[in-house]
């Protein structure tokens, strides 16, 4: 199975990126944590992604704040898809880093998902390397049915209490 790439700009980051690593673990996908940044380590940002996919990867997750640079540099130099998790500072909320990394130019995509979205982001990543592995494939459609069910039971236990 190819590997899922996480790159965060900063270790304080890592609250946000281990909601990624905890789904990719329960899914059983193999997936590499590095931190690089756009800004404070470009060379190995972009060594990193121009050589992502003779390393095996085939999915990267890039998880930055402020002006988050980070998923657009590393989508600059890779054709791999790249899911970007904009993340939260204590000025803007997280709006100046959704829009730094979801407003990409025509040709470069990056895959936004919501602030501060580490889970989601390992779901859109399973699901893109589940195109081409069924066994991956009955197993997100296990978790989504179990999802289902644990709403239900929400719904039938606030039956009996409200
Ligand atoms: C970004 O700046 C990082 O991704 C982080 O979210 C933010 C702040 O970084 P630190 O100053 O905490 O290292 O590059």
Known sequence: ?????????SDSDLPIIEKATKMLYELGIPYE????SAHRTPVEARDFAVSAR?????????????AAHLA????ANTTLPV????????VLDGMDALLSTVMMP?????AT??????????LLAAQIIAVED??????LNAKRANDTKVVLEKDAKIQNSL
């Open 134 to 139: 069924n066994e991956l494939a009955d197993k």
């Open 106 to 110: 025509t040709g470069i995509p990056v």
């Open 33 to 36: 944590v590095h931190i690089y």
């Open 54 to 66: 003779e390393n095996g990867f085939g999915v990267l997750i890039c998880a930055a704040g402020m």
């Open 72 to 75: 657009g540099a590393i989508a």
């Open 113 to 122: 998902v919501a602030i501060n979205g580490g889970a989601n982001a390992a």
């Open 1 to 9: 199975m190819k590997k899922v790439g996480i790159i965060m700009g």
């Open 83 to 90: 899911i970007g998790i904009p993340c939260k500072s204590s």
